[in-house]
């Protein structure tokens, strides 16, 4: 049997972005892919996120905000970054891990200034339901889209 790939989906805070992709991996690739995510800090995990995902079928609840040195032992093949400032401070990995960068809009951020202009929650959701179903979409292309 071969062995599964190991892709790690990397963010700032490993709050949202990188939550929901590694949601959605495991939720439509597990047999294919070892699935990671981690932040170049650690934020939380984004209630928003969560709510979103399982309104799509994903629970992400059991899901920690995980910091990128966590993973410095482990051997992964490929780190996908899901946002610019991971892609720009993304630490060097051991091992000869590929580093792929596929940037994704920050839904806090956009839910944050949709809220300052009084935007009602449930159209703040619209944020992260529109980012959710790119990175849906995004994995499953996966691995190959990765090569």
């Not at 709050?15 to 294919?32: I, P, V």
Request: glycine share 6%.
């Amino acid at each position: 049997m071969d062995k599964k790939l190991k892709i790690l989906f990397l963010c700032t805070g490993n709050s949202c972005r990188s939550q929901m992709a590694e949601g959605w991996t495991k939720f439509l690739k597990n047999d294919l892919i070892t699935v990671y995510s981690a932040g170049i800090e650690t934020h939380g995990l984004n209630p928003s996120a969560v709510k979103v995902m399982a309104e799509a079928g994903v629970d992400i609840s059991a899901h920690s905000s995980t910091h990128i040195d966590d993973f410095k032992d482990i051997p992964i093949d490929i780190v996908v970054t899901v946002c610019d400032h991971a892609h720009e401070t993304c630490p060097f990995f051991p091992g000869g891990s590929k580093v792929v960068h596929v940037g994704f809009d920050d839904p806090p951020k956009m839910a944050a200034a949709l809220a300052a202009k009084g935007v009602s929650e449930e159209e703040q959701l619209d944020c992260f339901r529109a980012v959710r179903d790119e990175i849906k979409a995004f994995v499953e292309r996966l691995p190959e889209v990765l090569f």
